[in-house]
């Protein structure tokens, strides 16, 4: 095994055992992180937060031209 | 103009940018102090070998993981608003925000990703001093990390370092250095993060009170309470330092801010520095808006004039010469500002005309005056005015700013005075004897976090109805979706918010019922 990959399995094993050995909290804000990014990225992002200007403009011209006329107050 | 605009939209995507950003704000002020607390308590350590120290350090350090990991990503929320709700927003500013938030979430996610792993996992595993400098670059990564988002939020109130580009309808960053040493965003910084200082030293005092009030841990108490008195105690000192500064910087760049702070109507060359007072409707009007009258006051004569002007006798213009203008103090009036905005918005409006046209000469005109100074100095600076009707409606909420920065100067000194005792009982050790003051410093945990929310509503409330100052007011920022849509959202976060608010604090409970011996 070279060093590099010596090293990367030094790292996976920190984590690893890390992860294996740890305590009752950590385990229940492990949970937690999970669920609160599955809501946010999975639920949230996709259904409920699309982004405005990228979902009804194709380019960023577009967008621009779009921002210009609200700006302007002649849309 | 302002009738044009769909107010429930825009006061339910106001309500719900400030729900998601005060929850997000109750994680981050215990991560940014406790974090430096952590490294101190960790340090005594590894210079003493004392093994008490190490059982102190790991007992807060899983409080800090508690909090640190529940509030993760929770203000990567306010960036899914920023593209949904505030799309003209984005849009206007999205090429000077980039920057500061990439820089951001880069040091977030290499902090988050090496060095907590390290100090969680690594006791035992790597040496004392590989893990005592992690606990330091976690301290320093967390607090530089807040340094970027603040930055960018300092922008919003003090718009330099850029240029506006009609062609795209963004403003593109002409200056990093600019940008980054705005005067709002030093002040800003400095007082934010000795703010979360402050709390954190609040919550460490507290919990060890409870231990005491507990006759349990009590060594570990003592020590605690030793180390985040000191720490609370120099940073109480700076957080006043520096709300000094800030708020000269406030009163340069946001003087109708600042004068609403002090419900400051008539501007006077020895104004008073109101300490506290009630604040009643005279009966008189500025424009639609009450003038208030103070009522019951308690005021340090000419001292406001002394630390806004830094002399004696210095003019501090109140809410009605910052509004009908004193050409002999050289204000414009807010009249003259909307015209000078309105002028800026017709080259706007030329510019894209002509673009439309497909006149390039037109256009080559037009754009060259977004780089001339004195467009840019005279006219377009005063841009977000030209959606104003009438010069009253820049007045913020008087009441809430006034009553909101009294409450939160005075929990700041009630504060440093808890420091001072806690460290003068520790010294004399009584601190098991005085239990009114174990009680008081538990008490004073959620008086540290209304304080530090104080603070955000003194800032945001303050600079409405501008989202960027001067350049944007916030019903021009918010994007053509329904307001039931935004509505629904913001039901959804408060469910979630709360959820993870009470699965923090029952964890946390847990946690500090079992103390150190986990």
């Known amino acids: 095994m070279d060093t590099a990959a010596k090293t990367m399995h030094r790292i996976f094993r920190f984590y690893y055992d890390g992860f294996r050995t740890m305590s009752w909290w950590g385990k229940r804000v492990w949970i937690i992180i999970l669920i609160k990014l599955f809501i946010m990225f999975l639920i949230l992002r996709i259904f409920f937060f699309p982004d405005f200007l990228k979902v009804n403009f194709s380019d960023d011209r577009e967008r621009g031209d779009y921002v210009l006329e609200q700006l302007t107050g002649n849309n | 103009m302002i009738e044009n605009f769909d107010l429930s939209l825009v006061n339910w995507s106001r309500g719900q940018f400030a729900l998601t950003a005060i929850y997000h ?34 007992f807060w350090m899983t409080l800090f993981g508690i909090n640190f990991a529940i509030g993760v990503a929770t203000g990567i929320i306010l960036e899914f608003e920023f593209g949904t709700n505030w799309s003209n927003y984005s849009w206007f500013v999205g090429d000077i925000f980039g920057a500061p938030l990439a820089v951001e979430g880069i040091l977030a996610f290499f902090l988050e990703s090496t060095f907590v792993a390290v100090m969680f996992f690594g006791w035992n595993k790597v040496s004392k001093k590989f893990h005592l400098a992690s606990t330091w670059l976690v301290a320093i990564g967390a607090n530089l990390s807040a340094l970027w988002i603040l930055v960018a939020n300092a922008w919003m109130e003090n718009p330099v370092g850029m240029v506006f ?7 593109e960053m002409s200056s990093f250095r600019d940008v980054v040493l705005n005067p709002v965003a030093v002040d800003k910084f400095l007082h934010t993060v000795t703010s979360g200082f402050v709390l954190a030293s609040v919550f460490v005092i507290g919990i060890s009170s409870w231990f005491l009030i507990r006759k349990r841990e009590e060594l570990l108490a003592r020590k605690s309470i030793l180390v985040a008195g000191i720490f609370g105690l120099v940073s109480g ?30 501007g006077s060359t020895d104004a008073g520095l109101t300490v506290i007072s009630a604040l009643r409707d005279s009966g008189e009007r500025l424009g639609e808006k009450k003038v208030h009258e103070k009522k019951l006051k308690i005021e340090i004569p000419g001292l406001l004039s002394i630390m806004t002007t830094g002399q004696q006798g210095g003019y501090v213009p109140g809410l009605k010469d910052l509004i009908n ?5 050289g204000i414009l009036s807010v009249s003259e500002m909307i015209e000078r905005g309105r002028y800026a918005r017709q080259v706007l409006t030329d510019y894209k005309v002509a673009k439309e046209l497909g006149d390039n000469d037109s ?58 005792i806690a460290v003068w009982f520790h010294r004399r050790e009584t601190l098991e004897k005085n239990r009114w003051f174990l009680w008081l410093a538990l008490f004073s945990i959620p008086l540290a976090y209304l304080a530090s929310e104080l603070g955000w509503i003194v800032t945001e409330m303050g600079r409405q109805p501008w989202i960027i100052q001067n350049l944007m007011p916030v019903h021009v920022a918010v ?40």
């Open chain 2, 25 to 58: 704000w109750l994680f981050v002020p215990l991560t940014l102090g406790l974090s430096f607390i952590l490294a101190f308590m960790e340090t005594l350590y590894v210079r003493t070998g004392d093994e008490m120290w190490k059982k102190i350090t790991k």
């Open chain 2, 165 to 171: 580009n009609p062609d795209t309808a963004r403003n």
């Open chain 2, 237 to 266: 000192l700076m957080v006043a330092l520096t709300g000094d500064t800030s708020a000269r910087t406030i009163a340069k760049v946001q003087p109708v801010k600042f004068a609403a702070m002090e419900a400051l109507y008539d």
């Open chain 2, 325 to 329: 203008g004193n050409p002999d103090k």
């Open chain 2, 363 to 420: 256009m080559a005109t037009l754009a060259a005056k977004f780089e001339d100074k004195d467009f840019t100095d005279n006219y377009f600076r005063y841009f977000g005015y030209s959606y104003f009707e009438h010069p009253w409606q820049v007045i913020p909420s008087v009441p809430v700013i006034f009553y909101a920065f009294r409450v939160m100067v005075g929990l700041g000194f009630f504060f440093i005075v808890l420091f001072i």
């Open chain 2, 479 to 518: 994007s053509n979706i329904s307001a039931g849509a935004v509505q629904t959202t913001f039901w959804l976060f408060a469910v979630l918010f709360t959820a993870l608010l009470i699965a923090e604090v029952s964890i946390m409970v847990r946690q500090i019922r079992i103390g150190p011996k986990h």
